[in-house]
């Protein structure tokens, strides 16, 4: 099942920590997610974090910015989360099978 705004597309920004290999290392990497959004809540902006923290290969060249996403191009935990997320805000970090993340939505557009 799909949002309901799925017939939209979402700018969002993304900072993301690979899963870690093993327990110690998956813990550790919650961590440093737990860390970022207290940073964002003590009103550090994403594009920075991103820049410094990401561990996804675009961040050093686009600060985390992923541009639009649409409905169906993402796991669905992922969209999920752009969907759910306000504009203007970024969400809770979350886990995927690949990693934990935290987005922020710039933008919305039909």
Not at 10 to 33: C, F, H, P
Not at 50 to 62: L, Q, R
Request: net charge positive; aromatic share 10%.
């Amino acid at each position: 099942m799909r949002h309901t705004n799925a017939c939209k597309n979402r700018d969002v920004t993304n900072i993301y920590l690979r899963l870690g290999n093993d327990e110690a290392s998956k813990i550790r990497q919650k961590q440093k997610a737990d860390s970022l959004y207290q940073c964002l809540l003590n009103g550090e902006k994403i594009e920075d974090l991103a820049y410094k923290h990401s561990e996804d290969i675009y961040a050093k060249e686009k600060k985390g910015n992923l541009g639009f996403i649409k409905a169906g191009t993402f796991p669905y935990i992922f969209e999920k989360t752009a969907y759910d997320t306000p504009i203007g805000k970024f969400s809770k970090p979350f886990q995927s099978k690949v990693g934990w993340h935290i987005l922020q939505v710039n933008a919305e557009r039909d």
